[in-house]
Structures are given as structure tokens and as C-alpha cells.
């Protein structure tokens, strides 16, 4: 049986035949510039001189036109400035397209809801069991603030309201805390909530985990307004004091505020009775916040324009992300619905043919649509050149795991009853599938970290390794490739 002319050597004969024109163009073209010389040369000097210089004024005008056309191309052109038109516009096209944009579009209708809202927001941030609440309830002198010793007591956001005698009424945002083991998706309430206020208190009680500087970095991506509270500082002495801070600023150099401060706890104090017995008494410790509360004032006080700007801008950064997610997201629903498909139709066109081998993965108009479909789901513009390139890498690859692909086959639907006189075929077009289907999820992970088709990345994704993890998919794809027969038939 003769091999099949795949597109790579179809372009390949392209290039050569091109290459052939082109010289044959140059040719001609040589013919002819020197037939004009000739002709030039026998011009009186008086004409030579002005069309010569004729030309070469022409040729610079040229380029100057050019060079001016590129410029203002370039400056036409500028990246669209983030505001609530430019993302209604995205959120509007990127639901029509099925995507899940309610996240982005809420982010939207909070802020205009902030933006009638004079007062400032104050977010309280930080780990679980930092004492937020209680410096809230210290703060607000609201004694409905639930606190336990445990930690983990905020599990949602909740506002309360401070009366400062110089700025007027403050919104308290108290947020759930990051790392707690049991409900670890209010991590992401606790940030949301905190790059909507207008200023981050950051809560610790001690020196910054790695974790806890990491949550500091991802609120500054959003350029967020912030300080660093280091709650019960009174249980340290001075030198304890002064060695978490001088860390804490290590850590976190951009953070320049850090103010000492004190919920107020119970501590245990012995008491000498009249009779010289001693007891144990339980007291509540005053609470210790107002250097919180003066830098709090200066800070919501100084420029409260420019605070209110920047949350304007971090709140449409929020959106724009959730947005970016959730077309993200729908980039990979369409690549999952992909690759079933097209694995589908691969295993089919196997049983159809007389005699399968092992090029069949990467050859043919199936293959070459399959990563075209892919690509424009990621909206990742590929040449067909592209393409072809990454079709001749997978042909190699292929072409050294196809045995293990049949193996895998094989043995796994030995036990698969009802095959009857297709058992041979079944086992070609199910190894066919295991590779596709690997493939396919190869380039769809590769486009989604990368951005761009990359042959190299995408080939090195594929493995041995990653094929036998499939055995159990065997089965399943036989299941698949006969319900697709059938409703084929």
C-alpha cells in the first residue's frame, strides 16, 4: 500500500515551487533593468541628472510617507483604557458567546452602588484567628461582633459602622480569614471584599508567614491603599517587638505603615487573699487602639478623592479579572467538548478504514481541523504552517507509541463482552482514540498556559507515562466509538 501524501509534503512542494517562480521573476526582471540602463545611458547628461534625481526624491517620499503612516497606525491604535463602558462592552460580547460573565457584571453594580455611598471602606484582612473582629467590635463598640478564641468565627462579610470625630462615619468590613482548613473557599470572599474597600488594614499577631506575605502581594497587584496592624502586641516585650517588626518589613517593604495594637484579651493575674492564700483570677485586658485609630484618621483623611479613585480602579481590575476567568473558562468547556468529539470521529474514521496504521492519527483534514478548532478556542491565531509543523512533530512521536497505545487496547477490552467479528478493528480504533484524545489534551494545556501554538511544549507534554494512565479509558472509549457507530448508521 503506497504512504498517503500528507500536508507537510504537500507544502513542502508549495515552497519549492514558489522558490522556482521567484527566480524565474528575477530573471526577467534583470532582462529588463538592463535593457533600461542601456536606454538611460544614451539620454542627454542634462536628463540623466533629472530624472536620476527625480527618482530619488520620489523614493524618499516615499519612505517618509511610510514612516509617517506606520507612526500614526501605531498611535491609532493605543490599548483600550479600562472603565465600565469597555467592560459592559466584553461582558455583553462574552455572554453571548455562553459564557458565565455574572461574576464580572456584579463586580460593576457594586461599585456604582459604592460610588453613592460617601462613606469610606475599611477592609480588616488577614489569616484566620488574627483577632479582626475583635478590633472591629474594639473600633465600632458594637457587641453583636461575634469573637471565639477558636478563630474561624466570620464566615461571610459583615459591615458595621465607626463614628471618627474627624473623618465622619466609616464603613468595617470584617472578612473571613485565609487558611482556614475548613472552609478554604472563603479565601476568595475575604480578598474580593478587601480590594473593594478603600483602604486594607492587614491583621497579624506576630511575624509574616510566607502565606501571609503572599496575600499582602496579590492585594498590592491590585494597587490597594494599605497598613499592617500587629494586633496583641502588648503579650511581646520591647525586643519582640522590635525584631517582628524590623521582619515584618523585611517581608513586606512596600507596606510602610505598621501600627501596634491591642484587642483587648482575658489574662490571668494572681491574686493575694488577706490570709496569704493566693488565687487565680480571670480579667479582661482594655483594649489598646488608638495609634490604630489616629493613623486610620490620617490615612481616610488625607486625600479621600484619591482614595475613592483607586477604588474605582481596583474594583474594575476585580471585574476584569472575573471576566478573564470566566473566558477562560469557557475557552476550556469548548476544548473538553473538542476533543470528545473529535476523538469520537477519529476512532470512527479507524473502524472505517481497511487497514489502519500508525499515521492515521496526525494525517488528513480531521487532524488538521481538530487543532485548528482548538486554537480558535483558545483565540490563538495559527498559521496553517504552524499546524503543519506541529503535525509532522506528533507523527514522529506517534509513530514511536502507537505499539504501546495497541497494547493497552488489547489487554483492556479482552474482557469487553458483545464485540463479535469487530474485536480486531475495535482494539486499532481505541488506540486510535487513546492518542488522539491525549493529543488533543496536550494542545489544549499547552494553549491555555501559553498563549501561542508551541510544537516543542506541546510534544513534550505526551508520554508513555501519561498513555498507560489511560488504560482505563480504554473501555470507555469503546463505549463511546459504539454509540457513535450506531447513531452513524
Not at 473571613?176 to 473557599?185: I, R, S, T
Not at 484618621?297 to 486625600?303: P, S
Not at 467479528?421 to 480504533?429: C, D, P, R
Request: hydrophobic share 50%.
Amino acid at each position: 500500500m503506497s504512504k498517503k501524501t500528507s500536508l507537510g509534503d504537500w507544502l513542502r512542494w508549495l515552497r519549492i515551487g514558489v522558490v522556482v517562480l521567484l527566480l524565474i521573476a528575477v530573471g526577467l526582471l534583470a532582462d529588463q533593468l538592463l535593457t533600461w540602463l542601456e536606454r538611460f545611458s544614451r539620454l542627454p547628461l542634462y536628463l540623466q541628472y533629472g530624472l536620476g534625481a527625480g527618482g530619488a526624491l520620489l523614493v524618499l517620499g516615499a519612505g517618509a510617507w511610510w514612516l509617517l503612516g506606520r507612526r500614526r497606525s501605531i498611535r491609532a491604535e493605543p490599548p483600550a483604557a479600562l472603565s465600565v463602558d469597555v467592560l459592559t462592552e466584553r461582558i455583553a460580547s462574552l455572554g453571548e458567546k455562553g459564557a458565565l460573565v455574572e461574576p464580572a457584571r456584579a463586580e460593576l453594580v457594586e461599585l456604582k452602588e459604592r460610588q453613592a455611598h460617601a462613606a469610606p471602606y475599611v477592609a480588616f484582612f488577614g489569616a484566620v484567628s488574627m483577632g479582626k473582629s475583635s478590633l472591629i467590635r474594639a473600633l465600632s463598640a458594637d457587641q453583636r461582633i461575634a469573637v471565639d478564641v477558636r478563630g474561624g468565627t466570620t464566615s461571610k462579610v459583615d459591615h458595621f459602622r465607626w463614628q471618627s470625630r474627624r473623618v465622619g462615619p466609616v464603613e468595617l468590613a470584617d472578612v473571613p480569614g485565609f487558611a482556614d482548613p475548613l472552609k478554604p473557599e472563603l479565601a476568595d470572599i475575604a480578598r474580593d471584599e478587601a480590594i473593594r474597600a478603600d483602604l486594607v488594614v492587614y491583621v497579624s499577631d506576630g511575624d509574616l508567614t510566607r502565606t501571609q506575605a503572599q496575600e499582602i502581594d496579590a492585594l498590592a497587584a491590585f494597587d490597594k491603599p494599605m497598613l499592617i496592624a500587629l494586633n496583641k502586641a502588648d503579650r511581646l516585650n520591647a525586643d519582640e517587638r522590635a525584631l517582628v517588626l524590623t521582619r515584618i518589613r523585611e517581608r513586606v517593604p512596600a507596606v510602610a505603615d505598621i501600627v501596634l495594637a491591642s484587642a483587648g484579651h482575658q489574662e490571668s493575674v494572681v491574686v493575694v487573699n488577706a490570709d496569704g492564700a493566693e488565687s487565680a483570677l480571670l480579667r479582661q485586658r482594655a483594649p489598646d487602639i488608638d495609634a490604630l485609630k489616629a493613623l486610620l484618621e490620617v490615612r481616610l483623611g488625607a486625600d479621600p478623592a484619591s482614595l475613592r479613585e483607586a477604588r474605582e480602579r481596583s474594583m474594575l481590575k476585580l471585574s476584569e479579572h472575573k471576566l478573564n476567568d470566566a473566558a477562560k473558562r469557557l475557552s476550556a468547556s469548548r476544548a473538553d467538548a473538542l476533543i470528545v468529539t473529535y476523538t469520537q470521529r477519529a476512532m470512527i474514521g479507524a473502524m472505517a478504514a481497511v487497514a489502519p496504521g500508525t499515521d492515521l492519527l496526525i494525517q488528513g483534514v480531521l487532524a488538521t481541523r481538530f487543532l485548528t478548532e482548538l486554537c480558535e478556542a483558545y483565540q490563538v491565531d495559527a498559521r496553517e504552517v504552524e499546524i503543519g509543523d506541529l503535525l509532522k512533530r506528533l507523527q514522529v512521536r506517534a509513530r514511536v507509541q502507537w505499539a504501546v497505545g495497541l497494547s493497552i487496547a488489547g489487554n483492556a477490552l479482552k474482557a469487553f463482552p458483545g464485540l463479535g467479528t469487530v474485536g480486531g478493528g475495535l482494539v486499532h480504533a481505541v488506540a486510535y482514540g487513546l492518542m488522539f484524545e491525549a493529543i488533543g489534551r496536550a494542545v489544549a494545556d499547552s494553549l491555555k498556559e501559553r498563549g501561542r501554538l508551541q510544537s516543542a511544549d506541546i510534544v513534550a507534554r505526551i508520554n508513555v507515562s501519561q498513555i498507560s494512565a489511560l488504560a482505563p479509558r480504554a473501555l470507555e472509549l469503546a463505549k463511546l466509538l459504539l454509540d457513535g457507530k450506531k447513531n452513524n448508521d
